[in-house]
Every structure is written in C-alpha cells, then in structure tokens.
T-cell receptor, first 114, second 115 residues
Framework: AQKITQTQPGMFVQEKEAVTLDCTYD???????LFWYKQPSSGEMIFLIY??????QNATEGRYSLNFQKARKSANLVISASQLGDSAMYFC???????????FGSGTKLNVKP | EPEVTQTPSHQVTQMGQEVILRCVPI?????FYWYRQILGQKVEFLVS????????KSEIFDDQFSVERPDGSNFTLKIRSTKLEDSAMYFC?????????????FGDGTRLSIL
C-alpha cells in the first residue's frame, strides 16, 4: 500500500530564514514520483517541485529544493529565504507507476513571521 | 501560462439535489482527475479519466458520482442525490500524460456546500 506522512501539522519560520517541511513515504514500487504543492488560504493548489525515484540529484526550483533521501524514504521540502507570501498549507504527494492518482499527505501549515 | 479552470467557484445546494461541477482542463493534456478535500483534511482522489473513459476510481467514487467529457474541452463531475457529507472543496486536475514524472495541474476548486 502507498502512504505519505507529514508529521508537522504547523510550522513557524522567521522571514528570510530557511525552513524544512518533512515528508516520508512508503511504497514497494521502485518507480514513483514525489511532488510538493502549495495551498494558500485562497484554496488553489500550486505545483512547486518534483523528484523522481531514479533521479540522482536533488530537485531544485528557485527557492525550493527537495532533500531526497531514498534509503530513508523521505522527501523534505526546503524553502530558502522565506517570504511572507510563503505562508500557506504545503502538501507532499506521491504517484507510483501503473496508478494515475496522487496520494497526498495531511499537509503542513507554514506561517512566516515578519 | 495555461491553467485549469473550474466553475462555479462556490456552489450551495439542498441535500438530495444533483450538482454538476465543471472543469476545463489544459488544452493539450490527456489525463483528467477529480479530487476532493473536506475542510481541514487531506486531498483525496476520486477518479481519473483518459481516452473518454474512467481509468481509475477510489472507493469514494460510488454510484452517486459520474464523470463526463461532453465535448472537446469540458470535463464534468456529477453528484446525484447529494448528502451533507459531500460538502467539500472539489478540485479538477489535468496532466499531459500519465507518467510518474508529470505534475498534475489543479484548478482553483469548487467549494460545494450542502444544506
């Protein structure tokens, strides 16, 4: 069975500091993709970053990077130089081969303090 | 940048009524999805659709639900005989292919309130 776990229901970070949002996953499928989405208070889901199970390097997209530790089955999102606009809910999601759907974690609510 | 559009943004319906939620996926995308998010909970998969048929559905997607692609651009979710517990945010998403490395692009959601 596939499972995504986000153990931090809420996080606070000071503006301009870096923050790490945790995500662990469980699957027996060797081929999978890991995704992070941002959900502001307005409700839309915004794709941030992707990491493939066979990727050798950690993914980066601007201020977002993914700390992928395959042996630990973790895919933590690192946001550098936090901005007030980063305050939102963040969801980790996984997709495995032969299935179309995403499995979502329960989310982490990030609050950036000025 | 092309985006997935959903209408209406908010739907209020009496319990027992039927609702149709509408979505226009990104034009060159081939895979379409519906998810729902009950307030304060995680996003849950409902159904995926490819080549004019359902490719996968969850246990939530029972006979009360149906999907349709009535024309070349729209993708709809119909909920018959709505129940209070159907109140949720419903997200439509689309992706270019069904490959693992393809992100799903989400619409802004329709907030469904059942009274």
């Amino acid at each position: 069975a596939q499972k995504i776990t986000q153990t931090q229901p809420g996080m606070f970070v000071q503006e301009k500091e870096a923050v790490t949002l945790d995500c662990t996953y469980d699957t027996s499928d060797p081929s999978y993709g890991l995704f992070w989405y941002k959900q502001p208070s307005s409700g839309e889901m915004i794709f941030l970053i992707y990491q493939g199970s066979y990727d050798q390097q950690n993914a980066t997209e601007g201020r977002y990077s993914l700390n992928f530790q395959k042996a630990r089955k973790s895919a933590n999102l690192v946001i550098s130089a936090s901005q007030l606009g980063d305050s939102a809910m963040y969801f980790c999601a996984m997709r495995v081969s032969n299935f179309n759907k995403f499995y979502f974690g329960s989310g982490t609510k990030l609050n950036v303090k000025p | 940048e092309p985006e997935v559009t959903q209408t209406p943004s908010h739907q209020v319906t009496q319990m027992g009524q039927e609702v149709i939620l509408r979505c226009v996926p990104i034009s060159n995308h081939l895979y379409f999805y519906w998810y729902r998010q009950i307030l304060g909970q995680k996003v849950e998969f409902l159904v995926s659709f490819y080549n004019n048929e359902i490719s996968e559905k969850s246990e939530i997607f029972d006979d009360q639900f149906s999907v349709e692609r009535p024309d070349g651009s729209n993708f709809t979710l119909k909920i018959r005989s709505t129940k209070l517990e159907d109140s949720a945010m419903y997200f439509c998403a689309s992706s270019v292919t069904g490959a693992n490395n393809q992100p799903q692009h989400f619409g802004d959601g329709t907030r469904l309130s059942i009274l």
